[in-house]
C-alpha cells in the first residue's frame, strides 16, 4: 500500500494509537486530500479514506485527555491521541465537508 500518485501531504506527525488492548503505540499519522495514513517503521499499516470516514469524537473538558477517534463505519474505528488534535480533527472535517458534501 503507498500514497496514491499526486497526493499531497496535508498533515504528518507522531502521534500515539491506542489499540483494542488498551496499549498505546506511537505512529506517523498522515493526512493526504484522500486518506489518513497510519504508518509504523515507514510501513503504512492502515489507509482511511477520507469518503470512508463516518464521523469524529473527542474527549471533552474537564478531561485532559487529547484522544479523538475516527469512526470508520465499514471496517473499525481507531483511537488516537495527540497535543495537536484539534488542529488534526479541523482538518478532517474540512476534507469530509468537501469529500462528503
Not at 13 to 33: A, C, L, P, S
Not at 70 to 90: G, N
Request: hydrophobic share 40%.
Amino acid at each position: 500500500m503507498a500514497l496514491l500518485q499526486g497526493e499531497r501531504i496535508l498533515f504528518a506527525d507522531k502521534i500515539k494509537k491506542t489499540n483494542m488492548f488498551d496499549w498505546t503505540q506511537e505512529r506517523t499519522f498522515v493526512v493526504t486530500h484522500f486518506a489518513i495514513y497510519n504508518i509504523h517503521k515507514k510501513t503504512i499499516k492502515r489507509k482511511i479514506y477520507i469518503k470512508d470516514i463516518g464521523g469524529l469524537t473527542k474527549t471533552r473538558p474537564p478531561s485532559k485527555s487529547m484522544e479523538f477517534a475516527v469512526h470508520v463505519p465499514s471496517h473499525y474505528d481507531y483511537r488516537f491521541s495527540s497535543a495537536r488534535r484539534d488542529q488534526i480533527l479541523d482538518l478532517l472535517k474540512k476534507l469530509c465537508i468537501i469529500i462528503q458534501g
